[in-house]
């Protein structure tokens, strides 16, 4: 089955810019979804399609994807973006949904 | 607004059955696939399967097949998911979510409901 690795934690200082990375074999062919989730909450689509972004989230989420991996990049990092973060493709060889690992950011 | 509403938490005793509920609104219920996913006390996202409630079709991973139940009322615009022999293991917050499907291709999960906590203890 088609796996998804992710760091288990990012640190960044306020106002700098974190980057989270999602691994998968040519996962530059799919589509990667990026989701947030607040602990008590339920996870909250923040990227879709490698980059396009909801209406609501703000610009400083974006997305990239290429080769063996994808990147979700948090610019200008505030406090409350202080969350786990999950990315997301739907593996055709299964037509089956499949979840990165998550990765914590912490903001120093 | 779009909302998925989930039915409330549970207490259950192992080897029993679960049955959430996922009350849909603000949108064509039968538009779009209803998905389930867990999440077990500290750890990540697992997806547990979809509903197509236009036509009812299902799918699972093997991990859950054999286990999982799920079915629509569209005259309600509600989806369920039920769990059968349940262990402390799948003690979790069970989550609705919606996708819609574009050339054959699920998209993106847009729209989450709030959560149902299932504790499995005897």
């Known amino acids: 089955s088609y796996v998804l690795t992710q760091p288990p934690s990012v640190s960044v200082a306020p106002g700098k810019t974190a980057g989270i990375t999602c691994e998968g074999n040519?996962?530059?062919?799919?589509?990667v979804h990026w989701y947030q989730q607040k602990p008590g909450q339920a996870p909250v689509l923040v990227v879709y399609?490698?980059?396009d972004r909801p209406s609501g989230i703000p610009e400083r989420f974006s997305g990239s994807n290429s080769g063996i991996t994808a990147t979700l990049t948090i610019s200008r990092v505030e406090a409350g973006d202080e969350a786990d973060y999950f990315c997301?493709?739907?593996?055709?060889?299964?037509?089956?949904?499949?979840f990165g690992g998550g990765t914590r950011l912490t903001v120093l | 607004q779009v909302q998925l509403v989930q039915s409330g938490a549970e207490v259950k005793k192992p080897g029993a059955s679960m049955k959430v509920s996922c009350q849909a609104s603000g949108y064509t219920f039968t538009d779009y696939y209803i998905h389930w996913v867990r999440q077990a006390p500290g750890q990540g996202l697992k997806w547990m399967g979809w509903?197509?409630?236009?036509?009812?079709?299902?799918d699972s991973p093997q991990k859950f097949q054999g286990r999982v139940t799920m079915t629509r009322d569209t005259s309600i615009s509600a989806a369920y998911m039920e769990l059968s022999t349940l262990t402390s293991d799948d003690t979790a917050v069970y989550y609705c979510a919606r996708s819609s499907v574009r050339f054959g291709e699920l998209q993106q999960f847009d729209f989450w409901g709030q959560g149902t906590l299932v504790a499995v203890s005897s």
């Open positions: 399609d490698d980059s």
């Open positions: 040519n996962i530059g062919t799919q589509s």
């Open positions: 509903i197509n409630p236009k036509s009812g079709a299902t």
């Open positions: 997301q493709v739907w593996d055709e060889s299964s037509d089956h949904v499949v």
